[in-house]
């Protein structure tokens, strides 16, 4: 369901309206339209946007996001500062608690430490994430980055608009200096994809990935996009056994499976339902799963799980991380667990594919036997379109010798 852009207070008060009354509505909020309003915040507006942190707000809720006029915003970018730069700085603008003007002047003891979107991503260190908030005399309230020698550089001007408590829009005086902030932040090309992983609840995933061939995978895909989801340690662990038993190749395509040579933001994933091929995609109608949205959560279907997105890692285009609560199990490399006949396989058993759904063409296949034919024409795909599948989801080229062809040498042939 889609609202219109209301300009005035009745159009706000039948939105409030409109929400009470809707039940299946999914964003309570859209900060871009709440911003567009006001068009002395136009440029933070913008910047929130394309730098995709406009939809990370639009997501949560008891938040607060503290915007500055254009000419605080102006300020900032005679600094020539790059996007992923300004990315953290803003982020430190939207505290993940939720500040009306009533509750800033009432804040217990007159000083909070409120964390911010900065301190969620994970890249701001020690107390480097958090806003100094305090009561100051004659009914000033300062802002400050934690970070910034206890100075309060930023004052609260007045309330921009509250829905209690979901969001809460202010506008400060001036952009909050913090030396961590303002640090250059490196391109996402020159991201260190598996540390950023092991740093956030995904360390046995990244460890797998570092020990096989996939990574190379991933990170000559970066450039162009890449969206990873990666399994939480507790899911991953518990997987292991089962990994395990995957074939050399299995296992490489199965660590492929779990990434998508495009550039995905949540709220590209939220608003397309439908096929996503994967790294490990090889031909049409492989190793693919489908994205839909429930409500709030955006779930991956494979034939064999249903895997949640649990958090976002970074998302900064070309790339973007998110969290699963589940191992992303492809039925081409999976028994289907109703499957009743799987068809007898001369391959190990884990490459079984399920028999009815497997089309009966395919061009040709990430995860052949490990002791495959590698010397396959990989960069030809074109030469190989006779080639047919067999129960096992495996490849028979010329009816003879299995071909193993790595997803990365046909990249450039992948389209969406
Ligand atoms: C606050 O957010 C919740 C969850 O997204 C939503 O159901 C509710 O309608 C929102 N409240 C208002 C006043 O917008
Ligand atoms: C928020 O509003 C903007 C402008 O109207 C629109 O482009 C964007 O898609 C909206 N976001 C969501 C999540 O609906
Ligand atoms: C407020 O100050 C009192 C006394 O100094 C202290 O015991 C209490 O923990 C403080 N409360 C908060 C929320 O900081
Ligand atoms: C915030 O900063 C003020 C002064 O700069 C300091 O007195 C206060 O203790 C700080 N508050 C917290 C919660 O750290
Ligand atoms: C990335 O980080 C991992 C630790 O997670 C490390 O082993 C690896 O060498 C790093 N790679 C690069 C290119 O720095
Ligand atoms: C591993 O494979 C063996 C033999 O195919 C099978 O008996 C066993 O159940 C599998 N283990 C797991 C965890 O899938």
Do not use: W
């Not at 107390?127 to 009561?135: A, H, L, Q, R, Y």
């Not at 080639?387 to 990365?408: E, H, L, M, P």
Request: one cysteine or more; proline letters at 6%; a negative charge.
């Amino acid at each position: 369901m889609q609202l219109r852009p209301m300009t005035s207070a009745a159009g706000t008060l039948l939105l409030a309206v409109l929400l009470l009354c809707s039940g299946s509505l999914t964003s309570a909020h859209n900060i871009t339209r709440i911003l567009a309003k006001h068009p002395e915040y136009s440029t933070f507006n913008h910047y929130l946007s394309i730098t995709h942190l406009a939809s990370e707000v639009d997501r949560r809720t008891t938040i607060t996001v503290c915007a500055v006029d254009n000419a605080a915003m102006n300020e900032l970018l005679s600094k020539h500062l790059s996007i992923y730069t300004i990315k953290n700085i803003l982020s430190l603008h939207v505290l993940l608690d939720y500040f009306g003007a009533k509750k800033l002047h009432q804040i217990t003891n007159g000083t909070a430490l409120a964390a911010t979107m900065f301190q969620s991503t994970g890249t701001a260190p020690g107390s480097s994430g958090f806003v100094n908030i305090t009561d100051l005399r004659g009914g000033k309230v300062g802002f400050g980055a934690e970070n910034n020698d206890g100075t309060l550089s930023a004052y609260f001007v007045k309330s921009v608009e509250e829905i209690p408590y979901n969001i809460s829009v202010i506008q400060i005086s001036k952009v909050l200096p913090s030396d961590v902030a303002e640090a250059p932040t490196p391109a996402p090309s020159q991201q260190n994809i598996t540390a950023i992983m092991s740093k956030h609840g995904c360390k046995v995933f990244a460890e797998t990935l570092l020990a096989s061939d996939a990574e190379k995978t991933y990170m000559d895909t970066l450039d162009g996009g890449l969206t990873v989801f990666c399994p939480m340690d507790d899911a991953f662990k518990a997987f292991l056994p089962k990994y395990k038993n995957l074939t050399a190749a299995g296992k490489t395509a199965l660590l492929e499976y779990h990434g998508v040579p495009v550039y995905q933001s949540l709220a590209m994933l939220k608003s397309n339902n439908g096929l996503l091929n994967t790294l490990a995609t090889d031909g049409a109608n492989k190793f693919d799963f489908t994205v839909q949205n429930e409500g709030e959560e955006v779930t991956l279907r494979t034939k064999i799980t249903t895997a949640k997105i649990t958090g976002t890692l970074i998302d900064e285009q070309p790339l973007a991380i998110y969290t699963i609560d589940k191992v992303l199990m492809p039925r081409e490399l999976f028994k289907k667990a109703e499957a009743p006949t799987p068809a007898p396989a001369p391959a190990p058993e884990p490459a079984a594919a399920d028999a009815p759904e497997a089309p009966k063409k395919k061009k040709k296949k990430a995860a052949a036997p490990a002791d495959a034919d590698s010397d396959a024409p990989a960069d030809s795909p074109d030469d190989a379109a006779d080639v047919t599948a067999d129960d096992n989801g495996a490849v028979r080229f010329d009816g003879a010798r299995y071909i193993s062809v790595v997803a990365a040498s046909v990249f450039g042939f992948l389209l969406l």
